[in-house]
């Protein structure tokens, strides 16, 4: 039984830090690819940071470069997202997510969310 939990969002002031936890049970996170995503009020769910298999960097859309880190602790089955210099429209839930097929689509487990709120 696939499980993904993620925690650490809350409440920060525009330019504050968080770090996102993702603990992967049933699955193995450094087999497959992993990403973060967040879904704004109102708003479709995009992604924010995502591995590969491949051995590659982790890629981050342009608005999250730079300010977004994406770790992956094999040891222990965890993801972690360290977000620093958060801004007002980084708020949403965010989401932990796995993918099943060596193409990395589609994300097929998903952690329940934790919400990020930056203001």
């Known amino acids: 039984h696939v499980q993904l939990v993620e925690s650490g969002g809350g409440s920060v002031q525009p330019g504050g830090s968080l770090r996102l936890s993702c603990v992967v049970s049933?699955?193995?996170?450094?087999?497959?690819?992993m990403g973060w995503f967040r879904q704004a009020p109102g708003k479709e769910r995009e992604a924010v940071a995502s591995?590969?298999?491949?051995?590659?960097?982790?890629y981050y859309p342009d608005p999250m470069k730079g300010r977004f880190t994406f770790v992956q602790d094999k040891m222990n089955d965890t993801l972690y997202l360290l977000m620093n210099n958060l801004k007002p429209e980084d708020t949403g839930v965010y989401y932990c997510?796995?993918?099943?097929?060596?193409?990395?689509?589609?994300?097929?487990?998903w952690g329940q969310g934790t919400q990020v709120t930056v203001s």
């Open positions: 997510a796995g993918a099943s097929s060596p193409s990395c689509i589609p994300y097929d487990y």
């Open positions: 049933g699955y193995s996170s450094h087999s497959h690819c």
């Open positions: 591995i590969s298999t491949d051995g590659s960097s982790p």
